[in-house]
Every structure is written in C-alpha cells, then in structure tokens.
C-alpha cells in the first residue's frame, strides 16, 4: 500500500509525541533518582543501625551527685546581672550581639576575668539557654541558634586546675578543694542545656573536675570524698548526652525510631531531646517526595508535637517558628538552605551527576544540593 501525505504525517506525529513522552518519562525518572541521592547515601553508610539510648539517661543521677560535692561551696545565688552580662561579653562572639542580652565588651584583664569566672561557678544553676534575649532575636532560622565559645571558658577553668595543682604543690589541699568544687559547679550550667555543644563541653569540665576533686581528697586524706569524685568522673564517662548515631541516623533508623516519645522523655538529657527535633527537621532531606515537593504538612506537624512534649525544657517553645522557617527555607529558597549555594558542582562530580543537572528541575536540584552540602 503506498505511504500517502496523510499517513506519513500521521507517523511523523507519532513517533514524535512518542520521542516526547519517552524524554518526559526519563526526564521525570531521572529526577525522582536525583532526590533520592541522600537516602542512597545513609542507606549505604548503615542502614541498620541501632542508637542506644542508655547513656544518655543517667542526667538526673550525674546533677545529684554532683550537688553532694558542691554543697560545701554554700548556698548558690542566682546569678547577678552584671556577672551574666560579664560571662557572656566573655564567651560569645562580637557577630552574635544582637542574640545576646546587653554586655560591654569584654574586659580581658587576668584578675577581672577570674573573678567573674568564680562567681559565673557559685550561681544557682542557670537555665536553658541562658544569655540569650528572649525571642531569640538576630537568629534566620533553627540552625542558626548561636553558641558560646567554648575555648576561652576551658582556658579558665585549665587555669584554675593549674591554681589547684599548684596549690597541692605546696601543700594547701583546701584551695585544691576549693577550686575543684568550682569546676564542678560551673560544669552544672552546662551539662543540663538542650545545645549538644554546651553539654558535651559540659562533660569534659565535669571530668576535669572530678579528676581534681580525686587528687585533692586523696592528698587531703579524705577517703569517702575520694570515692565520691571516683565514682563521679565513672558516671560522667559513662554519660553521653548525644547518643552516638543520633546524628546521623539512616532513614532505616530514623522510621524505626519514635521520635515524638524521645523529645517527650524526660529521662533523657535535654541535648538527646532537642537533637531528636532536629533529626526530624532533616529527615526531609532523606525523604525523596520531600525533595522533590518541599517539607510535607505532615512533617510540620511532627515538629510542633515534638516541641509540645518537650514542653518542660525552658524556652524550647521560643524556638518554634525558627524550626518552621528551616523547613520553609528547603521549601521555598533551597538555594540559600547552606549558605550560597550556587557554587559550581565539584570537579570530582561523577558523570552521571553531572547529565542529571541537565534534566532535573532547578528547584529539585537546588535541594539535593542544599541536603547535600549542608550535611544530611
């Protein structure tokens, strides 16, 4: 039968709205691959990990304890507005001010800073959060919560170990008692905050406490003083208030792990807890629909139930809306989710990366990146 005008157009159309359906369904299959990339990778990391929670339980015992030790200090106070204001112009960066409640710049003096550092250890136990204004103002979004420098306050109480030492050296275990008891006592105003930085720095000065308050006693012939501090420094090693794999948790893990019952256990440390919420914000990065369409509903749900059982950390709830504008940001702008970035892929980008930024929609993309490169 000869082929007609017609009929060959009529091919010609067929075969290109097949061609076209062919490149929209590889195009559509290439980019469901690409939002799957950060679930690929945690499922090839450990995909059947368990997090232990155990460690992170022993809160309450390590804080009554570690009263016992401090009670010869005396009745602590609640910290004096110009300390407050003097440890925090120590401890936070000039670039976070605005977070911070109103201090001078800090006076470096040697005798000043001291003298602040021991009244900052013999307050009454600061709340979550201390420091920083009401509302968390100067903050974009959760992850921009601002934390203390840590460096400069473990110079302090490393001078104030030295002090002790010296102290030994010469005979005098009552200073060395005395200063070890300060360790301890600053160290409370760390290991109860929901920021896993400030309790996980908080562990160390715990530790380096109660090694000292061990030398001390044991040199002051103090037998059951040194059994306490033993037994201090073995619960503070056996205390983590960040689980190991709470972090980076595979999405295997993740889906196993009722998260809502962790942030409402008030036998976990309030790092443990505060992390849970943060690992359910970045679950989106680890969902492929979420990748590919934004932060579900449901997700914000989750977070605000999260937030609700968690209710008996102070100040947590002032965090709320920051939470929301992180998962907003994936949403809506991706491309400044980590910073700028619209940097160029990497030179050592495989290939078949590389073809699938030709197909795959620009916002799509813009969220495998931002997961990617912020650390999902």
Known sequence: MPVTTRSAGAKLLWLTALTAAGLVASATAATVYSAGKIQRKHARLDSASVVSLDAARGTASLVALTDSLVAPLGPLSPIDSITLAQIVALLTAPADSATWIPHAAADTAHAATTAAYRRWTRSAPLTAFWGIRPGFPGI??????????????????????????????????????????????????????????????????????????????????????????????SMTRAWTPVPRGLWTMSPRTAASTNLLDMAGDRTLSPATRFVAIEVMVAGACVNTREVLFGPSAARHEAVNAMIDAAGDIPRLSELRPFFHRTLAKLDQSPETFAGDTRRPPPSDEPMLQTLLRLVVPARVQARVDACDWSGA
């Open 140 to 233: 974009e979004d959760s992850r921009a919560v601002p934390m203390l420098r840590l460096q400069p306050l473990k110079r302090l109480w490393k001078e104030s170990e030295a002090a002790a030492d010296s102290a030994l050296s010469a005979g005098d275990t009552d200073t060395a008692l005395l200063r070890a008891r300060e360790t301890l006592a600053g160290a409370r105003h760390l290991i109860n905050q929901p920021s896993p930085i400030d309790a996980l720095v908080g562990r160390v000065m715990l530790s380096d406490g109660a090694k000292l308050l061990a030398r001390a006693a044991l040199q002051a012939d103090q037998p059951a003083l040194h059994s306490s501090a033993q037994r201090l420094l």
